[in-house]
């Protein structure tokens, strides 16, 4: 999918909420432990009750991975079940060094046939470029990320760097991973992950990556102000997928929770609307 | 296995070798591919011609991921065919929010049974923590890793911290790293990835991290020296798993493959010998 194709998506449906697939097997409602595969189908239903109201789902490879070779085979009837129409998501955070990353690469790209990949910059640029070879696919790297430890290192200053082409003022981890990586890939092939909490950075990040789509996660169970990100941090195209997991398919534990989580993403449609004016 | 195990193992044998098994299916010998699961198979005669010439494996999951949930099997029955005796690792390189950390932790530590995973740093404290908290499990966390894009951001340089208990010095994005994460772990629980192709930074390495175990990726295809690793950074209780992957296991391309990794992982280990005097 293109990026214009993913912003034509976004304005005929008047939404670019995310789904986030990170079911947890230990939360899956009773009633379903007696099917075959309890978390397959809670994610079919899920998807089948949220399809209308979102543009992408993002499946979290760890909740699977969990489950082991079995919870693989979850992950991959999931994709499959995914409508055609809709961005698939593999938030694997993945990244090693070059012939590493090209096989992670072809596991989710060709095995599983994701259209984008969640990648970790630590590495550097020979991790992340076998993702971004991969024609008419997406690489996400982590930018700015929702948790506390962001702290630790994405936001503690880098001295300025005196070699040539390097940047020569003051910034921040993140900062200078945005700038560096943007060069590797371009807005049509590499998005950056923004978390919903860091709403104080978003004009920062927007003005540094005016073009790229960011994934934007922690929005509902972490709670990220919805409003706030679309204020500061949308673009001409769009250039925003906002992803809310827990909020949406554990918004009830009981029978209902398929209603529940059409009722979340209903709402979630609805603000965004309003939104994308 | 307890780090005084892990010494006493490798003083007993003589060896701080470990194999990496970076099994590419498209690199199988011919021979095998009449067997149920060629990649199995050759792990399997691999770890016979290797073990007594290293103490640990190290399982890359890029090169089962790629196979999808067939892949994930080979690595259940591989990892379950290793010797008791070997120290396991699955060099994943995961790391995400905490209660998703949780669950890759889950999936290495319990549904696999590795007694070591490899982690990346980017994402902070909350990131690594769930790795931590399990007992008798070890959590390998990048530190300065071997390949070309270490410069991208790793050996990059941080202005020094104005923050109350951060580091006051300037310093590499690595130090940074080994630094704040050495007080996260235990030279008991927490080793580093140190690439042997960085050995001019071995001696700063030890210096800020003497206790702990540093697992040394690229001897042999990506061309760093034992003798200068061991020479540079073996600590009171050894503290280093050297690595070699397809230097071992990819020594022959035919029949003789195994007997080709024998002969390499015995040459490693004869020269280790020499530096544990």
Same mark, same amino acid.
């Given at each position: 999918?293109?990026?214009?194709?993913?912003?034509?998506?976004?304005?005929?449906?008047?939404?670019?909420?995310?789904?986030?697939?990170?079911?947890?097997?230990?939360?899956?409602?009773?009633?379903?432990?007696?099917?075959?595969?309890?978390?397959?189908?809670?994610?079919?239903?899920?998807?089948?009750?949220?399809?209308?109201?979102?543009?992408?789902?993002?499946?979290?490879?760890?909740?699977?991975?969990?489950?082991?070779?079995?919870?693989?085979?979850?992950?991959?009837?999931?994709?499959?079940?995914?409508?055609?129409?809709?961005?698939?998501?593999?938030?694997?955070?993945?990244?090693?060094?070059?012939?590493?990353?090209?096989?992670?690469?072809?596991?989710?790209?060709?095995?599983?046939?994701?259209?984008?990949?969640?990648?970790?910059?630590?590495?550097?640029?020979?991790?992340?470029?076998?993702?971004?070879?991969?024609?008419?696919?997406?690489?996400?790297?982590?930018?700015?990320?929702?948790?506390?430890?962001?702290?630790?290192?994405?936001?503690?200053?880098?001295?300025p +760097?005196?070699?040539?082409?390097?940047?020569? &003022?003051? #910034?921040?981890?993140? /900062?200078?991973?945005?700038?560096? *990586? @943007? !060069?590797?890939?371009?807005?049509d092939?590499?998005?950056?992950?923004?978390?919903?909490?860091?709403?104080?950075?978003?004009?920062?990040?927007?003005?540094?990556?005016?073009?790229?789509?960011?994934?934007?996660?922690?929005?509902?169970?972490?709670?990220?102000?919805?409003?706030?990100?679309?204020?500061?941090?949308?673009?001409?195209?769009?250039?925003?997928?906002?992803?809310? +997991?827990?909020?949406?398919?554990?918004?009830? &534990?009981? #029978?209902?929770?398929? /209603?529940?989580?059409?009722?979340? *993403? @209903? !709402?979630?449609?609805?603000?965004?609307?309003?939104?994308l004016?």
């Open positions: 999918m293109t990026r214009q194709q993913l912003t034509a998506m976004i304005r005929s449906t008047g939404t670019y909420l995310c789904v986030g697939l990170d079911t947890d097997p230990s939360k899956i409602p009773d009633h379903l432990q007696s099917h075959a595969d309890p978390v397959y189908e809670f994610n079919r239903q899920i998807i089948d009750a949220t399809k209308d109201h979102c543009v992408a789902y993002k499946i979290n490879t760890a909740f699977y991975e969990s489950s082991g070779a079995k919870g693989w085979e979850t992950m991959e009837k999931t994709v499959d079940y995914i409508p055609s129409t809709h961005f698939t998501i593999a938030d694997a955070k993945r990244g090693d060094i070059g012939n590493t990353s090209a096989h992670y690469a072809r596991a989710f790209f060709e095995t599983l046939n994701f259209d984008a990949v969640t990648v970790a910059p630590y590495m550097g640029e020979d991790s992340v470029r076998p993702f971004l070879e991969f024609t008419d696919k997406w690489t996400i790297l982590l930018g700015l990320t929702s948790n506390p430890g962001a702290k630790d290192f994405e936001l503690q200053k880098m001295a +760097s005196a070699e040539p082409g390097r940047p020569t &003022s003051e #910034e921040l981890l993140y /900062e200078r991973v945005l700038k560096t *990586a @943007a !060069g590797w890939g371009t807005p092939n590499l998005m950056f992950v923004i978390g919903a909490t860091q709403a104080d950075s978003f004009t920062a990040v927007r003005r540094l990556t005016p073009d790229h789509f960011y994934l934007v996660p922690g929005v509902g169970a972490q709670g990220g102000s919805l409003q706030e990100i679309s204020d500061k941090a949308m673009n001409k195209d769009v250039g925003l997928l906002v992803n809310a +997991s827990r909020a949406v398919i554990f918004a009830s &534990s009981g #029978e209902d929770f398929a /209603e529940a989580a059409t009722r979340v *993403a @209903a !709402g979630y449609h609805q603000e965004m609307k309003t939104h004016g």
